[in-house]
Nanobody
Framework: QVQLVESGGGSVQAGGSLRLSCVYS????????IAWYRQAPGKQRELVAN???????NYVDFVKGRFTISRDGAANTVDLDMDKLEPDDTATYYC???????????????WGNGTQVTVSP
């Protein structure tokens, strides 16, 4: 079964950058949408950005202009380039993929295990 594996987390100072990568295991498989979520201690998991099968990307307001999501279908990889990181960006970041029918029914969801991002003041 398809799996998602995140990498690229680490510790940086405020204003720094990191690139997170999400690799899915099945080369013959495609998700309708792959997204990055994050969850900080004591907070609910929240959407950061997503990218669709036609490479259309979307961002939540608090990362617009700082984060960039991209997809390499041949490499089965979705990256999240994070610039101008802030302490509030500190969280565990999760890759998420979903498959939908043509009518929008979500019939498959897959979560990675997460990668830690820590941003110091």
């Amino acid at each position: 079964q398809v799996q998602l594996v995140e990498s690229g987390g680490g510790s940086v100072q405020a204003g720094g950058s990191l690139r997170l990568s999400c690799v899915y295991s099945e080369t013959s498989f495609s998700f309708n949408t792959i997204a990055w979520y994050r969850q900080a201690p004591g907070k609910q998991r929240e959407l950061v950005a997503n990218i669709t099968s036609d490479d259309s990307s979307n961002y939540v307001d608090f990362v617009k202009g700082r984060f960039t999501i991209s997809r390499d279908g041949a490499a089965n990889t979705v990256d999240l380039d994070m610039d101008k990181l802030e302490p509030d960006d500190t969280a565990t970041y999760y890759c998420y993929g979903e498959k939908r029918t043509n009518t929008g029914y979500r019939y498959l969801t897959v979560w990675g295990n997460g990668t830690q991002v820590t941003v110091s003041p």
